[in-house]
């Protein structure tokens, strides 16, 4: 039978995965999206075009801080899980969370 701690261990991982991904991603969406807003100014979009996608960049400016918070949350519960957890360090799983963390810290001091 699984031991239930590596089950909880692979959910908290998973979740600090999920959520730098996330970040990540609407960090890159913020860089993107002014991308296309400076095409569309270059381009002599229409002033409701313009506004519009204003309206989206700040939408994925306001995701960031929001999506660092929470990661920065899942970061420190799994990072003492793997604290208290110290006799599953031979497991795969064990790892595997500790690479996940170790890129979760990168994305955090990014």
């Keep these: 039978m699984t031991d239930p701690r590596i089950r909880q261990l692979v959910i908290k991982s998973g979740v600090v ?3 730098t991904r996330e970040k990540y991603c609407y960090a890159k969406e913020v860089v ?4 296309r807003m400076e095409k ?3 381009d002599g979009a229409d002033d409701h075009v313009l506004r519009k996608q204003e ?10 801080p929001d999506s660092k918070r929470r990661l920065q949350k899942e970061y420190e519960v799994l990072e003492k899980y793997l604290a208290d957890e110290q006799d599953l ?6 790892t595997k969370a500790a690479e ?3 890129a979760a810290k990168a994305e955090l001091e990014a």
């Design 17 to 19: 995965r999920r959520l």
């Design 32 to 35: 993107t999206e002014q991308a």
């Design 40 to 42: 569309l100014r270059g």
């Design 55 to 64: 309206e989206v960049i700040q939408e994925c400016i306001m995701m960031v």
């Design 89 to 94: 360090k031979e497991t795969e799983a064990y």
């Design 100 to 102: 996940i963390l170790k």
